[in-house]
């Protein structure tokens, strides 16, 4: 199946309660005591769309993948080209997106993945390989939407491994000098998250929102939220090469106290909930979900990545729980 970024957005035509008992979309975390098995993909599935900051059109397929394999990209368009995982220590450059390289080819990326990973993440695939026939994935309506309904359209399938999560077990908290901070606490079961912002623009604003980390509380409340910019860096970021794709049709553009976007918002909020969307999917390169307490604030890709490295800079930090035959070395190094 292919899908263009023309494809009208999904959320009303696919609601949050159409899974909401089906086994095929289950929460990454199990309520009950039965063992949560890895997954992946039916079958592969491809969109075309334009990059947000490079402007080219590009071609992504989604494909099944094995088991212990992780989230993998693959640049279709260099032959050669080795497979990225989309790991945290993978992560080359996070100025207004996150790009993974491998550190053996730095020049060969793939930007802007935070959106898939997060749809990835909410939907509990495991294991997928990502082929890519351009530097960046296509940015399609702004938002996680299209992508889940891309994984909705795929179908999800159990493999015969337990899932991994990975659990806090110390907190751990990394700060930038303007006050923006991100922080991983323990956490008595699943994944909650937590995120405030604050902008000078009067059309965001101060904003605050939190929320259980489960596939229906995704769709009801972050993944159909756009990214923004202000109008005044739009040209600065095209000079450095940055929004090149962007538009009304793919961002909420603000100008002071106006939406400048002729649908406005689809959410009030709509601003801090694609920042807490965009740390879903960052956080996802931790390697496995997570068992934790996130909580950020003016938090971006740049302080998510320090929290996942400070994380992983201790194993006093977290701890492995499921599958239990793999060690904890092994699994950390394939994270």
């Not at 590009?58 to 995982?85: C, E």
């Not at 015969?160 to 806090?168: F, K, L, Q």
């Not at 302080?303 to 904890?328: D, I, K, M, V, Y």
Request: overall charge neutral.
């Amino acid at each position: 199946m292919q899908i263009t970024a023309e494809t009208p957005f999904k959320a009303s035509i696919v609601p949050p309660s159409v899974f909401k008992n089906s086994a095929d979309f289950l929460s990454p975390f199990s309520t009950n005591a039965q063992t949560v098995l890895q997954c992946t993909l039916k079958q592969p599935i491809t969109c075309v769309g334009i990059g947000l900051h490079s402007g080219h059109q590009v071609r992504m397929t989604l494909r099944p993948a094995p088991v212990n394999h992780g989230i993998v990209f693959r640049r279709s368009d260099l032959p050669d080209a080795l497979p990225i995982p989309a790991r945290y220590d993978n992560v080359v450059c996070t100025r207004l997106s996150t790009v993974i390289a491998r550190a053996d080819a730095p020049d060969i990326r793939v930007a802007t993945i935070e959106h898939l990973m997060a749809a990835l993440h909410a939907n509990g695939i495991d294991n997928a390989l990502i082929d890519i026939d351009g530097p960046e994935t296509p940015v399609l309506d702004g938002s996680a939407a299209e992508f889940d309904f891309l994984i909705q359209c795929a179908g999800k399938t159990e493999q015969d491994v337990a899932r991994v999560v990975i659990e806090v077990l110390r907190t751990v908290r990394v700060e930038d000098d303007n006050g923006a901070f991100a922080e991983l606490r323990p956490a008595r079961a699943g994944f909650v998250l937590a995120m405030s912002i604050d902008f000078t623009a009067g059309a965001i604003g101060h904003q605050r929102h939190a929320m259980p980390f489960t596939l229906d509380r995704f769709r009801q409340e972050v993944g159909y939220c756009r990214t923004f910019v202000e109008r005044k860096e739009i040209e600065t970021l095209q000079k450095m090469g940055l929004a090149r794709g962007g538009s009304l049709h793919n961002a909420i553009v603000v100008e002071g106290d106006t939406v400048l976007n002729p649908c406005g918002l689809r959410h009030p909020k709509e601003f801090v909930r694609h920042k807490l969307m965009d740390a879903v999917g960052d956080l996802y390169l931790a390697g496995h979900t997570l068992k934790a307490g996130f909580m950020g604030h003016k938090s971006g890709h740049g302080l998510n990545n320090r929290l996942l490295r400070s994380l992983f800079s201790s194993g006093e930090n977290w701890r492995l729980a499921g599958q239990t035959a793999r060690n904890r070395s092994e699994i950390h190094a394939a994270a």
